[in-house]
């Protein structure tokens, strides 16, 4: 499966303030996917990104991919405590099947 | 509502004793499942490939004889931990692929969890 460098490990953040969260491959993706997982849960999709330089929107949330397929960053506008958990994104390159997950980036939001 | 279940959540058992895991597609028919396992604080770590039918794909360094993985039916493969060590103790975690509304592209769902602590 592809290999990616998932930065930073870790993040604490007041509430209020933003969270960005990168994912960096050094060969071009199909796709990148992101999950996020709440402690003691399971990982939950968030999204899917497929075309070079895509921007989508969830409330609070921008995914981006990069143009050359090769990076990938979330930003949440705002934390909340309920932002708080680990997010993982998840590449697939061109003919891979199964998906391989980063290491994370576990959010910690302090009231 | 969830798309896929795994049945039990917790599992505490003695070392040497085998510890079977479930997973189930609720609403529709996977012929492949994939097995995760998720360390304290790491991330997770894709264990086998579970085909309806055939074999399972094991990944680099998982013992195939160890983690024994059935996909008997459309709906239900099982991973059975062989003579349970400490060392097992983790969080394993299913999924299956499908598609999700409105996209092309198949997503990934993931169960609940099996969190199982050997003694």
């Known amino acids: 499966g592809q290999q990616v460098m998932q930065i930073p490990q870790y993040q604490h953040v007041q509430e209020g303030e933003d969270f960005t969260t990168y994912c960096n491959s050094s060969t071009t993706l199909s796709n990148i996917q992101w999950y996020k997982q709440r402690p003691g849960g399971h990982p939950v999709f968030l999204i899917q990104?497929?075309?070079?330089?895509e921007v989508k929107k969830q409330k609070r949330l921008t995914f981006q991919f990069g143009e050359a397929k090769k990076n990938s960053s979330l930003h949440i506008t705002a934390t909340q405590t309920t932002d708080v958990g680990t997010y993982f994104c998840s590449p697939s390159g061109a003919g891979s099947y199964q998906l391989t997950f980063g290491k994370g980036t576990k959010l910690s939001v302090i009231p | 509502g969830a798309v896929v279940s795994q049945h039990p959540s917790w599992v505490i058992c003695k070392s040497g004793t085998s510890v079977k895991i479930e997973c189930r597609s609720l609403d529709f028919q996977a012929t492949t499942m994939f097995w995760y396992r998720q360390f304290p604080k790491q991330s997770l770590m894709l264990m086998a490939t579970s085909n309806e039918g055939s074999k399972a794909t094991y990944e680099q360094g998982v013992e195939k004889d160890k983690f024994l993985i059935n996909h008997a039916s459309l709906t239900l493969s099982t991973l059975t931990v062989t003579s349970a060590h400490p060392e097992d103790s983790s969080f394993y975690i299913c999924?299956?692929?499908?598609?999700?509304?409105?996209?092309?592209?198949?997503?990934?769902?993931f169960g609940p969890g099996t969190r199982l602590l050997v003694l």
């Open positions: 999924s299956v692929k499908r598609l999700a509304g409105g996209s092309p592209q198949e997503t990934q769902y």
């Open positions: 990104l497929v075309k070079s330089g």
